[in-house]
């Protein structure tokens, strides 16, 4: 079935650090991924997303790669600042539908 | 340009009860998502309405259900409150659907079940 894999859950690093997180998705047929933001009490931000005819896409520090052959895409973001701490989500569109990754918990020390 | 607003912010229910939550889409958005987010299965997927028709479901229950107004606004539904419906849910609309399209969220509405 549908299906989104994330890593890691977990991520510290420190200010100035690179942060990469990666997500794996099922379905080939997906030609369209978002990545989001959450902080706490808040909805989901969209950071930056990719469709399927484009293999990189890079806005200021963050970027996102895409492999389709091997059906993955991550997340970059260069010199971490402590307001990047949050929970990001990676998503696949399924046919009007995102199906989300777990989550990765990302904590950038001053 | 304002944002998805989402009606009540908070909500404290009991078992069995029921309860209604809505959505306002970004101006001139027409498709309007619904997702469930809790610690344990993360965000999924409930269902998706563009110009008053369903036209995406999730796999959850019939207790949950939702309409769309003529003016893109949104309700869900959730009928016979069970512990487990306790979670934060979130609505995210788009310009148009089903073409991938950008999904802005609202802040949600967080249902504590009792």
């Known amino acids: 079935g549908e299906n989104v894999e994330q890593h890691p859950s977990t991520l510290s690093v420190q200010e100035g650090d690179s942060a990469v997180i990666k997500c794996t998705y099922s379905?080939?047929?997906?030609?369209?991924f978002p990545w989001y933001k959450q902080e706490l009490g808040k909805g989901p931000q969209l950071i930056i997303d990719?469709?399927?005819?484009?293999g990189e896409k890079k806005d200021q520090r963050i970027a996102v790669t895409l492999n389709k052959t091997a059906k993955h895409f991550s997340l970059h973001i260069t010199e971490t600042q402590p307001e990047d701490s949050a929970v990001y989500f990676c998503?696949?569109?399924?046919?009007?539908?995102?199906?989300f990754g777990q989550g990765t918990t990302l904590q950038v020390k001053p | 340009k304002a944002g998805v607003t989402q009606t009540p912010r908070y909500l404290i229910k009991t078992r069995g009860q029921q309860v209604t939550l809505s959505c306002s889409p970004i101006?001139?958005?027409?498709?309007v998502s619904w997702y469930q987010q809790t610690p344990g299965q993360g965000l999924q997927f409930l269902f998706e309405?563009?110009?008053?028709?369903?036209?995406n479901k999730g796999n959850f229950p019939g207790r949950f259900s939702g309409r769309q107004f003529s003016n893109s606004r949104s309700e869900m539904n959730v009928s016979t409150l069970e512990l487990g419906d306790s979670a934060l849910y979130l609505c995210?609309?788009?310009?148009?659907?089903?073409?991938?399209?950008?999904?802005?969220f609202g802040p949600g509405t967080r249902l504590t079940v009792l």
């Open positions: 998503a696949a569109a399924y046919t009007g539908k995102l199906i």
């Open positions: 990719i469709r399927s005819n484009v």
């Open positions: 101006s001139g958005h027409r498709s």
């Open positions: 379905d080939s047929a997906s030609n369209y």
């Open positions: 995210a609309s788009s310009l148009n659907q089903p073409a991938p399209d950008t999904q802005y």
């Open positions: 309405y563009f110009s008053e028709t369903q036209r």
